[in-house]
């Protein structure tokens, strides 16, 4: 007895999110810098460039079809970054700290 087994067909997308471009497929969790949006809603990533199968799509009027949905799972806080500046010999020191708002997503859906 054979079994054939079909390739399964990988379908990703490159999409701007947050500043940044992603690699991003259905089901991927995916923390970006900080979106519109509460716990819970449905937000529309712009997508650079699509993969599906053997075919790569980057023309900007295809691109403008396709839709990459993606839930808002909530809304936290990066890691503490902490700057310190020093200037031997004069007394000068400065620090300063910086925490990223960030937003993670699970994407639903390609279209």
Do not use: C, W
């Not at 079994?3 to 701007?16: C, F, L, N, T």
């Not at 819970?40 to 799509?57: F, H, N, Q, R, Y």
């Not at 799972?73 to 020093?86: A, C, S, Y």
């Amino acid at each position: 007895m054979i079994i054939e087994r079909s390739e399964s067909q990988v379908v990703y997308a490159i999409v701007r999110a947050g500043g940044r471009q992603e690699k991003v497929s259905v089901g991927d969790l995916v923390t970006v810098d900080r979106l519109p949006g509460a716990a819970g809603s449905t937000i529309k990533l712009p997508a650079v460039m699509l993969v599906d199968g053997d075919k790569v799509t980057t023309a900007a009027d295809e691109l403008a079809k396709i839709t990459v949905e993606a839930e808002v799972l909530e809304n936290l806080r990066g890691k503490k970054i902490v700057i310190e500046k020093f200037k031997n010999k004069t007394g000068y020191r400065k620090r300063q700290g910086h925490r990223s708002e960030l937003t993670r997503i699970k994407v639903t859906s390609i279209a």
